[in-house]
């Protein structure tokens, strides 16, 4: 039997003193990290180290200004990557349905509904294809 915990009024004012505490530092760190305009990709640590040490010394700064508690840490290191992540899930989801809507134009019907005969017949017609859709397909290195 799953017994529903309720927190207490207690627990309550702790979580929104934490959440009180830790978005603004959140906000923050996260203007901090855009605003740098920092380099992506191939990183060189001889040739970006300093440009991420700044950001990094401003970070800290902000965290202790705000007087943060070590327990908020991962609170807000949550609230820094939850936007993108959320932005990153739906644009995923999106490119998804649009997948899904571009296969049933091509099929006529809902991918669902494809028969393995009907898949077979169009990745056999397919040059690019392996001619023996049964077997895996090499691997390009």
Do not use: F
Request: proline share 6%.
């Amino acid at each position: 039997m799953n017994k529903t915990v309720t927190p207490t009024p207690e627990q309550i004012d702790l979580s929104k003193k934490q959440m009180d505490r830790t978005i603004p530092v959140a906000k923050k760190v996260l203007e901090l990290i855009v605003g740098a305009n920092l380099p992506i990709g191939d990183l060189k640590k001889d040739k970006v180290g300093s440009q991420y040490d700044v950001v990094k010394t401003s970070v800290l700064q902000v965290m202790l200004d705000a007087d943060l508690e070590y327990q908020d840490l991962d609170l807000v290191y949550s609230l820094v990557i939850q936007p993108v992540s959320l932005i990153l899930k739906g644009v995923e989801h999106a490119l998804a349905i649009s997948w899904e809507n571009a296969e049933t134009l091509k099929w006529g019907k809902s991918k669902r509904e494809v028969t393995m005969k009907e898949a077979d017949a169009l990745l056999r017609s397919a040059p690019q294809m392996p001619v023996d859709s049964t077997k895996p397909a090499p691997v390009v290195a």
